[in-house]
């Protein structure tokens, strides 16, 4: 499977759309509620990409087939070195190596950037999504007990951070 990781163009945000969404719908991975609007997400890339942040896409035979981002961790200027970043696959395409080529460019580019750590905030029921991570060397670093409310239960988050 050829997969190629480029920078999002606004053409791709009706496909990105359709990946976020699912995931809002169907499972934890996300913490909303409502589907996204594709003018709501064109205003949260364009601000991450007015920012200097990068917004990327994998693609598949001219078809999104994931993407990824990061930006500021938290808004205070003393955080301006650290990233949380977010990579999502098309629920038919997990397990064919698009998390590992998005996650691979997010890194590199962070690196580029100056950044000092990476920092992921997953969901503790989301395990593939936890050792995946630790394969890229993060760590576990903290769990907060009831952090979200989503599908009638409480759920709880686990952070895991990779120093650049």
Known sequence: MQIIIRDYQIKDCSAILDIINDAILNSTA????????IASQEAV??????????VLVAEHNA????????????????????????????????????GKLLLTELITRASQQ??????????????????????????????????????DRWLHSVILQKML
Do not use: C, M
């Not at 503790?124 to 769990?143: A, D, L, M, R």
């Open 63 to 98: 078809t999104i087939v994931g993407f990824g981002y990061y930006s500021e961790f938290r808004f205070r200027e003393a955080y301006k070195f650290t990233a949380e970043h977010s990579v999502y696959a098309h629920k038919d395409h997990i397990g064919k190596g698009i």
């Open 114 to 151: 100056k950044l000092h750590t990476l920092v992921g905030v997953i969901d503790s029921e989301n395990t593939n999504s936890i050792e995946f991570h630790k394969k890229f060397g993060f760590e576990e670093v903290g769990f907060i007990k009831e952090s979200g409310f989503k599908f």
């Open 45 to 54: 890339f364009d601000e991450k990409l007015q920012k200097g942040f990068p």
């Open 30 to 37: 996300l913490y909303d509620y409502n589907v996204r609007s």
